[in-house]
């Protein structure tokens, strides 16, 4: 979590996954960037909550967020979002619903924007995205394909990766630590950024150093939109695991 991001609930916050919903960046109708998900309050709905509003489910909480007055003036469709956490022992299950429960079709595209902590973002190498297509959001989000086998980060990188594998890891190099990024097959993209040094000295909610300090792996549907039918479900599920070993790279 940045030092300077702002729980006032009224900005995004600057670390762990917020959820852009009903859409990633500005690749939808809402005029907010990555939707409203990430700015909404949620009701927590399983699980009780102690006198403290504490969940007592040892390690599960579902969270739901449905639409209203103020979700319908910026999109109007009636939704049901969930998101479910699972704490593992050595990571995090997180799984996705929305229902459309209007009466008719509803598109939209999403991604958990997470962001995971490294020790040195000049020595952080994200693996398994060779020769995939991405689109390059600091080049008005031009075609290419990824060249090298491992994406590193000699600058700034803000890229849509199109219908990636289902398994990316980050080896955060400076610590020897493995991320596994895992992803069901109904999330086919992966953004991945990092806003280097000018970018994070003109984000109010980033400390100017702290960019050497994330990389934001983030799953989701960006390329091509959600086409969901009238009171359909749409389900996806992604992990985040820290590996015990070091991965055999080389077969991603
Ligand atoms: O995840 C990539 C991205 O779309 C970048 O372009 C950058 O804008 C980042 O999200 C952060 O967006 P935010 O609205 O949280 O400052």
Redesign the pocket.
């Known amino acids: 979590m940045s030092s300077k991001a702002v729980f006032d609930g009224k900005k995004?916050l600057?670390g762990g996954a917020?959820i852009c919903f009903p859409q990633?960046?500005d690749l939808g109708p809402v005029a907010s960037?990555?939707g409203f998900a990430r700015n909404s309050k949620f009701e927590v709905a399983e699980g009780e909550l102690d006198p403290s509003g504490v969940n007592k489910s040892h390690n599960i909480v579902k969270l739901v967020l449905r639409h209203n007055d103020e979700t319908l003036k910026m999109w109007p469709h009636e939704f049901m979002y969930s998101i479910t956490f699972t704490l593992k022992d050595q990571g995090i299950e997180i799984d996705v619903e929305v229902m459309n429960q209007g009466q008719c079709e509803v598109e939209f595209t999403t991604a958990l924007?997470t962001y995971f902590a490294v020790k040195d973002i000049t020595q952080v190498g994200v693996h398994g995205l060779h020769a995939v297509q991405y689109l390059d959001?600091l080049q008005g989000r031009v075609t290419k394909r990824q060249q090298d086998e491992v994406l590193r980060f000699p600058g700034e990188v803000?890229r849509i990766y199109l219908n990636t594998p289902n398994e990316i890891i980050i080896a955060d190099e400076a610590t020897g630590r493995h991320i596994l990024v895992s992803k069901a097959a109904t999330l086919f993209d992966a953004?991945v950024?990092n806003?280097w040094v000018e970018k994070a000295r003109a984000?109010s909610d980033l400390g100017d150093e702290e960019y050497k300090n994330f990389v934001?792996v983030?799953v989701g549907r960006c390329g091509s939109p959600i086409v969901l039918p009238a009171q359909a479900t749409w389900k996806a599920s992604c992990k985040f695991e820290a590996l015990e070993a070091p991965p055999a790279l080389a077969c991603l």
Request: hydrophobic share 25%; net charge negative.
């Open positions: 995004a600057r917020p990633f960046s960037q990555h924007h959001s803000d953004v950024w806003p984000t934001c983030e």
